[in-house]
Nanobody, 119 residues
Framework: EARLVQSGGGSVQPGGSLRLSCAAS????????IGWFRQAPGKERQGVSC????????WYRDSVKGRFTITSDNVKNTVYLQMNSLKPEDSDVYYC????????????WGQGTQVTVSS
């Protein structure tokens, strides 16, 4: 059974940093793209960043470029999202999914983790 298990997140002051992890199991990691998405209650899901494991191709949302870094550890089957210089508007529930498309309902997702940026 394919699964994504998230860890990380939490609360931080503006300008702070957090790291999210997304560990994949039950699926061939090299075949995946792993996307990070965020969604606030009542709002549409936004793509934040995505990495294609096979060749390392990466995409970032414009608003996080230069602040967020996505990486993969192909031994641990885990993708990380390092978030630096966090802003209050980055506050959301973050999810990882097995792809990069914003509006696609994947069969499985990470469980979601709250990121709160507040002074």
């Amino acid at each position: 059974e394919a699964r994504l298990v998230q860890s990380g997140g939490g609360s931080v002051q503006p300008g702070g940093s957090l790291r999210l992890s997304c560990a994949a199991s039950g699926v061939r990691f090299d075949d995946l793209s792993i996307g990070w998405f965020r969604q606030a209650p009542g709002k549409e899901r936004q793509g934040v960043s995505c990495i294609r494991i096979s060749d390392g191709s990466i995409w970032y949302r414009d608003s996080v470029k230069g602040r967020f870094t996505i990486t993969s550890d192909n031994v641990k089957n885990t993708v990380y999202l390092q978030m630096n210089s966090l802003k209050p508007e980055d506050s959301d529930v973050y999810y990882c999914g097995p792809g990069c498309a914003e509006n696609y309902e994947y069969d499985y997702w990470g469980q979601g983790t709250q990121v709160t940026v507040s002074s």
